[in-house]
């Protein structure tokens, strides 16, 4: 005997059809916010001293670092101060004379290496305030520097880097005591009139 299911059978469902856009796009995202996090670490590891960028194979040893610790490290700038100059307002060497310059500067200026052996007069005390005659010195040259520029070569397009670059040879001339390392402008408005 055979016996007939009278059950109705249920149509299979199609399989569900994912793209392609999809998948590439969660791939790549998750992608993206892996290598975000891998860098995120390596980085914060490295600002916070816990991992160093030199390469391990070329890292020095302790012996080497030792011997080396007077030494200047490539890339490392030497011991050095940031002195702020006060604000200062310049007039131009525009035609006419009515153009002018309002400008904050601070420059990073090298301390002064001592000798082995050598001991500073005043160990004890600590030194904030700049010798006045160096400040004065230094404002001097800014203060000619800047007057002896244009407008128009101030806003030309690397004309910030062309007055900085100036402003450092001069320093070389003329403050040879005072090692000037680099130039921040901090503020800078030029008027025309």
Do not use: C, W
């Not at 890339?75 to 604000?87: N, R, W, Y």
């Not at 131009?92 to 309002?102: A, F, H, K, M, Q």
């Not at 007069?121 to 007057?147: C, H, I, N, Q, W």
Request: aromatic share 4%.
């Amino acid at each position: 005997m055979s016996t007939a299911s009278t059950e109705p059978i249920a149509p299979a469902l199609p399989a569900a059809k994912v793209g392609l856009i999809p998948i590439l796009i969660a791939v790549v995202l998750s992608t993206v916010v892996a290598l975000g996090a891998v860098g995120g670490v390596g980085f914060y590891l490295v600002k916070s001293g816990k991992l160093s960028p030199v390469a391990a194979g070329s890292a020095p040893t302790e012996k080497k670092k030792d011997a080396a610790s007077n030494e200047q490290m490539p890339g490392e700038l030497p011991p050095s101060h940031v002195l702020a100059l006060e604000p200062m307002v310049v007039n131009l060497s525009d035609p006419g004379g009515r153009g002018y310059l309002r400008a904050s500067i601070s420059l990073r200026i090298a301390d002064e290496l001592l000798a082995k052996g050598e001991k500073k007069k005043e160990e004890g005390k600590k030194d904030d305030k700049p010798d006045p005659g160096v400040s004065a010195a230094l404002r001097d040259t800014t203060l000619a520097v800047l007057g002896e520029q244009t407008s128009d070569s101030l806003l030309q397009v690397g004309g910030l880097d062309a007055l900085k670059k100036k402003m450092r040879q001069t320093y070389a001339i003329q403050n040879r005591e005072t090692h000037v390392l680099d130039v921040y402008v901090t503020d800078f408005l030029v008027q025309r009139g």
